[in-house]
């Protein structure tokens, strides 16, 4: 037997572990899924658009990744947590391409299960309109306002999240092998949201995906409330937030800022993220790709901390301009002038 018909055989095999793996339900479900991502050939019009959003997002992840290869970045962790993420994968998985597990919460409901298949061709439509929409959304500025994440999923034909999650991950070359319903059950609250069992078909790697529903009023974080016990007990762990509204500046959510970081390794964010004061240099080694000016005032977010620490850190860096835009220093300048991605390990 030659060796070529050997590899044949051997990839055939391995692709055929890797599809037994599969659910029924994600064997089943696989041509909706495609059908989301703009993949197949049965809706030209979303295809084409989805094709052109995901141009432009393919660069930025492409320029993202070949931007850090050049800096002293190694996040050696298992699992990061995404706070306040919205449905903002693609910058997650271009900072930890590799982990085995990625943990997301946000405003957006779940929307799992699905009931696409019961829907009108009418009706489906909006729902690829809602997809590409957000795609066009993250694509012009590379995070999602709240307010249009709220707008599409809203929609009773999207009916949250989750049709959104699979487009994407489809889009980023990403099988989906499994899929059920998650929980976490605190005092008088019940959190929902859902895990995705994927396959990364580039990196050749199985991990996990999983997103809640989570609203943090300020007296989250504490022993029995259920957040305390699921994230307390994860453990090498990283940290993945931009375009945070400053949600972990002042007191007002200290419990869940400490729990979150109680367990970290590892942190990546935008400077609307965990205040500097955090991460002392005793304890954490401080980089700053980019260039910190200022923090900015947003209407009827926190107002942030002023953070001096911060602006020296960056003037002594004195890094070169970031090639991509990373959190809101794109909203003054339109260019990426005060984009500054943060990165603190722990020593």
């Not at 962790?77 to 943990?103: A, M």
């Not at 999923?153 to 059920?180: C, Q, W």
């Not at 997103?211 to 300020?218: C, E, R, S, T, V």
């Not at 200022?294 to 009827?300: H, Q």
Request: some cysteine; aromatic content about 14%; glycine content about 6%.
């Amino acid at each position: 037997m030659s060796k070529k018909l050997i590899l044949v055989l051997f990839i055939l095999s391995y692709q055929c572990q890797i599809q037994e793996k599969k659910t029924e339900t994600a064997v089943i479900e696989t041509p909706i899924y495609d059908e989301w991502a703009g993949l197949s050939e049965s809706d030209p019009l979303h295809k084409n658009e989805m094709d052109l959003s995901w141009n432009k997002l393919t660069n930025t992840r492409d320029t993202i990744t070949q931007y850090l290869k050049g800096k002293d970045y190694h996040p050696n962790v298992k699992t990061v947590v995404y706070p306040f993420s919205g449905i903002d994968v693609l910058n997650l998985f271009s900072f930890y391409p590799q982990c085995e597990r990625y943990i997301l919460f946000g405003l957006e409901d779940p929307g799992y299960p699905n009931s696409y298949n019961t829907l009108s061709e009418k009706e489906k439509l909006i729902v690829k309109q809602g997809i590409r929409n957000l795609s066009d959304h993250l694509a012009g500025r590379n995070y999602f306002t709240y307010r249009k994440m709220k707008e599409e999923t809203k929609k009773k034909e999207l009916n949250g999240a989750y049709p959104v999650f699979v487009a994407f991950l489809r889009r980023m070359g990403k099988d989906i092998l499994d899929s059920k319903e998650e929980v976490i059950v605190g005092k008088g609250i019940t959190y929902r949201g859902f895990t995705l069992s994927l396959y990364d078909t580039k990196l050749k790697k199985e991990e996990t995906l999983t997103y809640f529903k989570i609203f943090l009023i300020g007296n989250e974080g504490n022993p029995g409330d259920g957040l305390y016990e699921y994230f307390s007990d994860l453990t090498n762990v990283g940290i993945f937030t931009k375009s945070a509204e400053y949600l972990f500046h002042g007191e007002k959510r200290k419990s869940i800022r400490d729990l979150l970081l109680k367990n970290a390794e590892f942190v990546v964010q935008d400077e609307s993220g965990f205040p500097i004061r955090f991460f002392p240099e005793d304890n954490w080694k401080r980089s700053i790709f980019g260039r910190y000016e200022k923090s900015w005032n947003l209407s009827g977010a926190v107002i942030p901390e002023t953070q001096p620490e911060l602006k020296s850190l960056s003037e002594s860096t004195n890094d070169s301009i970031l090639p991509f835009p990373f959190g809101y220093g794109y909203l003054g300048t339109k260019d990426n002038r005060q984009s500054a991605v943060l990165v603190f390990s722990k020593k």
